[in-house]
């Protein structure tokens, strides 16, 4: 029997230092959502796990007008999906949390985890990306702070060095006027792998043009990706519906997909267009607004509009 | 005839008799069976889809501490074996794999990670031989062969085509005539996909090998003499040297309805002396225990301008995959669907490839011929520009028409289920843009086969009720209703037996429709002839005649003189005592006349225009089920079908390489069966024209409600946007390719096969 050795460290300091001293041979495990899953099918044999969950104090989610949101390591999804500051201001991260699996995994899973399993496909991803998030890690030499733009290399890799680890992800706080929304794409309405998952948030001028449009893709590329070329098209432009149809087409074709037993490439290309429309036009038609809950999750998972 | 309301018992709720095992988690199922020295099972699958076993070595394996025994295949007799007739298998392949997941060994050790460690040990040396995997291409004399000596095989009739393991057909009157004088012709090919059962428990057992040398089998199965059958035919021992034990069965819907693996826990705990349990993976299920495979569909129907079916041509392609693991379709009627057509030509294939072999899922083959039927109903009605219900309505079968298979359709109630559709659906009715309605009629009949039951009553009145069935979706609860609706006692003075192949008499599987109208049919008769002895005591202990006798609520009395009489406790202590002894009633049978089930069925949907998604708003079904025994299990039955029905229309998709014909997705992340979240709530009408045969006018309930939603849905879409997809499942990607054009036909060569039969 494939076994291993449970290491629950109390502290962050000690969680480096049992990084430190097993290398290579330990696993650093949040909620093992997906750690378990890879464990049984042999994937990851680590000689020992460093559980986080007995660390006190990261799991939480604050905000301020000043820093924006902050989010500790131990955070699950679904505190983010229940958390009010996150629905209200963050509506497409509140999107992202609520297409993410189904309540029980949600309460296991946390956002670090996510970030670090680094999935392409990973639900809170784009919306995190769109959000400019920030990542503040923690290694051998010391702390430093990434944009999680910078952090995922490749599918399930990321730029933490060995012994590192994922302390807190901050959002700026959102300008005003701003919208936004993650959407979904998969055949079914929970328990699913989203086959594209597209997030966009629109920030307009008081004259309705676009200060800024972030827009994120999942599932499309070997990482989650920001939609660079779509979001120029946009900025200080009207976002009419051919200007945010133009974007579409550009984000569309900035991706880079594969085909596999959820859907062919072309397909989820053309998804990737159809997605960023409609977050964009959600984002733009709730700018300012602070849109209800039971929208955001009817719009972030429902299979057909 | 029998109305309703005279029913004591039926009709009624019953909560189920094994309700309070279930919800307590003290239900025992086949991997709750723990035995002293018990040992795990693993097995190991083959890698390749057509090989010869060059050699397999398992030393490293045997010499691995806590190993007891390693077996391939040529540790078994040199046997094949079949489902039916045709023996084209063998439990564990000698020389040759035949399908990607095929096991070709497996390891009894201490704990299961050990028998793992075993497996992983063994090295096997394949020769890849040539292969097939699509069953178009497999049907081409050049294609590679399966079973280059198939027609040595035991069992196999006469020379069917390349790779063909079965042909049904079924003829009536001068097609080519007909056709000539239609006034249209319509013409399609559908697909539909692989599938699998989805069940919730893993396939599992337990054998034991008793001091006697008898063999135990603790199985999750629905057909417990099957599989004591398939393992004396596989091991050469006689039936009588094995004894089933069905457990608690966690879902099957046809996948355990014959022998799968209880043959190497057999063989090993048979070589140790030692109890062996295989509970199998999730993967394991989905890589080696037989689904539903696709099936390609060409139909042809020559139409009259009023809108009379008067032709009918369908060819149908069965993937059988490696072996036939189960009969390809459940008959050839179903290529006319519920409909009366004087001339028919009907050929249904079942193909050879090398992928995992096709298994049985609820009536097997007939939703793969309804998406067919009914969506071609749809393109008729199109065609010729007349409504879809009244077409339907128009060639529906009535009282008197034959049958595909001769049989006089007796009274039903067709018509009426139509009826309640057009009117809860609202039929027809104008949508909103990207909104439609579709509708399907399904069409089965009651399954009969071997059906024992024995009944006794016991000294406090109550009765014990043996069957031979196996428990299937709360059949004992109905089986026990009947018995108690019978007897004229409660439904709480009916206990059911637990049961193995020992004690109760033979019988056939829990499947096919059949459990309630077969076996209840003898539940009934038993229970009939247990009053009739009842009553013969009664009269002889009160010296009246029998005929001056009534039975009512547990008591036998004289009918003039109410107060005058003994209750079934009285009658049972004084039985022990009686010339007639202790009072038993039995019945068995076998055949019971041609019952036909009748479902129309309605959807309404929504479609994604950027995404093609499909979503179900609404889904009605209306279903002849003659009397509803328990109306909350014939409701559940229904609301079951329906939603495996959406599965197949929507996501469900069993995919397979198709170069090894290796199963694509094996496990419920990349198998997507349909959440509550993407379901509409359930709208159930029944309707009852109680059969002629059946226990108290009930027909079989199971089957139909999954052949309704493909075409429903299907025909929704056509309805809602305007495309017809003739493939399933109707995913967001096909559909969005329709509305855009790039939908191809599925090619078929009809031709060539008119032409292999000589007709021009
Ligand atoms: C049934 C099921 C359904 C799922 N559905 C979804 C879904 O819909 N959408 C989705 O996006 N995902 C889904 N997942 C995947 C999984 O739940 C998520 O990726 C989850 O966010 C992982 O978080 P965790 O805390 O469980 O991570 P863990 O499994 O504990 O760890 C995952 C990886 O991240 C690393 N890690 C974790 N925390 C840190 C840290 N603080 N610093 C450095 N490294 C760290 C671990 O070393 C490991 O490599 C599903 C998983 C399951 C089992």
Not at chain 2, 293 to 320: H, K, Q, W
Request: with cysteine.
């Amino acid at each position: 029997m494939a076994r291993f050795d449970y290491l629950e460290p109390h502290s962050v300091d000690e969680a480096l230092q049992m990084l430190a001293e097993h290398g290579d041979k330990t696993r650093l495990v949040a909620g093992s959502t997906d750690f378990l899953v890879r464990w049984r099918t042999g994937v990851w044999r680590p000689e020992s796990v460093v559980c986080m969950q007995h660390v006190p104090g990261l799991d939480y989610i604050n905000w301020n007008p000043d820093d924006g949101l902050s989010i500790g390591a131990m955070a699950s999804v679904q505190d983010i999906e229940l958390n009010t500051e996150v629905r209200s201001r963050y509506p497409a991260l509140a999107a992202g949390a609520t297409s993410f699996a189904g309540v029980q995994v949600r309460n296991l899973a946390t956002v670090a985890g996510n970030i670090c399993n680094a999935s392409p496909a990973g639900d809170t991803l784009p919306a995190l990306l769109a959000y400019n998030a920030q990542c503040r890690i923690i290694g051998p030499s010391g702390e430093r702070s990434l944009p999680l733009d910078e952090l995922f290399v490749g599918p399930g890799r990321t730029a933490l060095a060995a012994g590192e680890i994922l302390t807190e992800i901050r959002l700026p706080p959102p300008a005003p006027n701003t919208g936004g929304l993650y959407i979904k794409h998969s055949p079914r309405g929970a328990m699913d792998i989203s086959a594209v998952g597209v997030a966009s948030v629109v920030s307009l001028n008081d004259d309705g043009t676009c200060a800024s449009a972030r827009i994120a893709l999942g599932s499309v590329a070997p990482t989650p990706l920001r939609a660079y070329g779509a979001e120029g098209r946009l900025v200080s432009q009207t976002p009419d519906a051919a200007n945010i149809a133009e974007a579409a087409r550009l984000a569309s074709q900035s991706c880079n997909p594969i085909a596999d037993v959820r859907s062919g490439a072309d397909y989820r290309r053309e998804m990737v267009r159809v997605l960023t429309e409609r977050t964009l036009q959600h984002g733009v038609a709730t700018a300012g607004d602070t849109p209800s809950f039971d929208d955001i999750r009817r719009l972030a998972v429902q299979t057909a509009w | 005839m029998t109305t309703t309301t005279q029913f004591k018992v039926l009709e009624q709720n019953h909560p189920r008799v094994d309700a309070y095992e279930k919800v307590t988690g003290r239900a025992t199922y086949a991997s709750d069976v723990y035995l002293p020295g018990m040992l795990a099972c693993k097995l190991l699958p083959s890698t390749r889809n057509h090989a010869r076993i060059v050699s397999i070595d398992t030393s490293a394996a045997a010499a691995l501490p806590g190993v007891r025994c390693v077996i391939t295949g040529t540790d078994f007799p040199d046997i094949r074996f079949g489902s039916g007739a045709l023996r084209d298998r063998y439990v564990m392949p000698r020389e040759v794999v035949n399908f990607v997941g095929e096991p070709v060994a497996a390891v009894a050790a201490d704990d299961e990670a050990t028998a793992q460690e075993a497996i992983d040990l063994i090295k096997v040396e394949y020769e890849d031989i040539p292969s097939v995997v699509n069953p178009l291409a497999a049907m081409g004399e050049g294609a590679a062969s399966v079973h280059p000596d198939l027609e040595s095989y035991e069992g196999y009739g006469f020379t069917l085509g390349h790779n063909v393991s079965t042909l049904l057909d079924a003829d009536r009157g001068d097609v080519e005539q007909a056709f000539r004088d239609a006034d249209v012709v319509v013409e399609d090919v559908y697909r539909s996909q692989g599938i699998n059962q989805g069940f919730l428990e893993p396939m599992a057992c337990v054998a034991d090998v008793e001091p006697s040398g008898r063999l135990v089998i603790y199985a999750s199965t629905q057909g417990p003499y099957q599989i004591r059958a398939g393992l004396a035919a596989v091991l050469e021992i006689p039936v009588s040297r094995i004894r089933v034990v069905p457990m608690e069965l966690g879902g099957g819907f046809g996948a355990k309805l014959r022998l799968a693996f209880e043959a190497f826990p057999a063989l090993l705990a048979m070589r140790t002396g030692r109890p062996v349990k295989l509970v199998n993976t999730r993967e394991e299920v989905f890589t080696m225990n037989g689904p539903r495979l696709p099936v390609t569909n060409y139909i042809r129907s020559g139409v009259m301008n009023d809108g009379t079916i008067v032709a009918r041509e369908a060819y149908t392609i069965f993937d059988v995959g490696a072996y036939l693991g189960a009969g390809p379709n459940s008959g050839i009627g179903h290529g006319i669907g519920a409909y009366r057509i004087p001339n028919f030509r009907l050929r249904s294939y079942g193909v050879y490839t090398n992928k995992i072999y096709v298994g049985s899922y609820r009536a097997s083959g007939v939703a793969d011929m309804t998406f067919a039927v009914e969506s071609h109903m749809d393109h008729i009605a199109h065609q010729i520009g007349m409504d879809a219900y009244d077409l339907r309505l128009h060639n529906a079968l009535r009282e008197g028409d034959v049958s595909v298979s001769g049989a006089v359709v007796p009274s039903n109630g067709l018509i009426e289920t139509l009826e309640a559709i057009k009117e809860k659906i609202d039929w027809p009715r104008q949508l909103e843009d990207g909104h439609g309605l579709g509708l399907a009629l399904c069409e089965w009949r009651s399954g009969s086969g071997p059906s024992t039951a024995a009944i006794s009553v016991n000294d406090d009145g109550t009765v014990s009720l043996l069957t031979g069935s196996t428990d299937i979706s709360g059949s004992d609860t109905s089986l026990a209703a009947i018995a108690a609706e019978a007897l004229g006692i409660p439904m709480g003075s009916v206990v059911v037996a637990k049961r193995d192949t020992d004690m109760a008499p033979y019988t056939g599987q829990s499947g096919g429709s059949r459990v309630v109208y077969s076996q209840g049919t003898a539940v009934q008769r038993a229970a009939e002839e247990t009053v009739q002895k009842l009553i013969a005591l009664a009269a002889e202990r009160l010296g009246v005649p029998e005929d001056a006798l009534g039975c009512e609520d547990g008591r036998v009395y004289v009918m003039d003189n109410e107060p005058q009489g003994l209750t079934f406790a009285q009658l049972a202590a004084a039985s022990i005592t009686s010339r007639g002894g202790p009072i038993i009633g039995t019945a068995s049978l076998s055949s019971m006349p041609y019952t036909p089930v009748f479902a129309a069925q309605a959807a309404e949907v929504k479609v994604d225009r950027g995404t093609g998604q499909v979503k179900v708003l609404r889904y009605i079904q209306a279903q002849d089920v003659g009397v509803a025994i328990n109306p909350m299990a014939v409701e559940g039955q229904l609301d079951g079908g329906v939603v495996q029905g959406i599965g197949r229309a929507l996501t469900e998709d069993q995919q397979f390489d198709p170069d090894t014909g290796a199963v694509r997705n094996p496990s419920f992340a990349s198998y997507l069966m349909p959440l509550a979240i993407d379901l509409p709530e359930s709208e159930v009408v029944l309707i009852k024209v109680p059969a002629e045969d059946g226990p108290f006018g009930a027909r079989a309930v199971a089957e139909p409600p999954g052949f309704g939603p493909p075409a429903a849905i299907a025909n929704a879409v056509y309805d809602a946007v305007g495309v017809r997809v003739k493939q399933l499942p109707l995913s967001g990607e096909r559909v969005l390719a329709a509305l855009n054009g790039d939908y191809d036909d599925i090619p078929f060569d009809v031709e060539a096969l008119r032409l292999a039969e000589g007709i021009i």
